[in-house]
């Protein structure tokens, strides 16, 4: 296994940091960690809601076909 193919960071946002952590700021990095983390936890998230809302709407097209008292 190659070493270089583990790091997936563009070379732009490594600059960036490797430049900023040289002269003294660390807050880049953490900024970047957080927008990082916010594009990973979006898409699930999005997933979550849209089940959610789906389950929802079934749940109640379900109650409404129910005939009490009927067998099937």
């Known amino acids: 296994m190659n070493v270089s193919s583990v790091?997936?960071?563009?070379?732009?946002?490594r600059a960036t940091v490797e430049n900023n952590v040289s002269n003294?700021?660390?807050?880049?990095g953490a900024g970047l960690?957080?927008?990082i983390l916010y594009l990973l936890?979006?898409?699930?998230l999005l997933a979550?809601?849209?089940?959610?809302l789906w389950y929802r709407n079934a749940k109640?097209?379900?109650t409404k076909?129910?005939?009490?008292?009927?067998?099937?």
Do not use: L, S
């Not at 003294?24 to 880049?28: A, D, H, P, R």
């Not at 936890?41 to 699930?44: D, K, S």
């Open 41 to 44: 936890v979006t898409p699930y």
């Open 48 to 52: 979550m809601v849209i089940g959610f």
């Open 7 to 13: 790091y997936a960071q563009c070379a732009m946002c």
């Open 24 to 28: 003294g700021e660390t807050t880049i």
């Open 60 to 62: 109640k097209r379900r």
């Open 65 to 72: 076909f129910v005939f009490h008292g009927d067998k099937f």
């Open 33 to 35: 960690n957080t927008g």
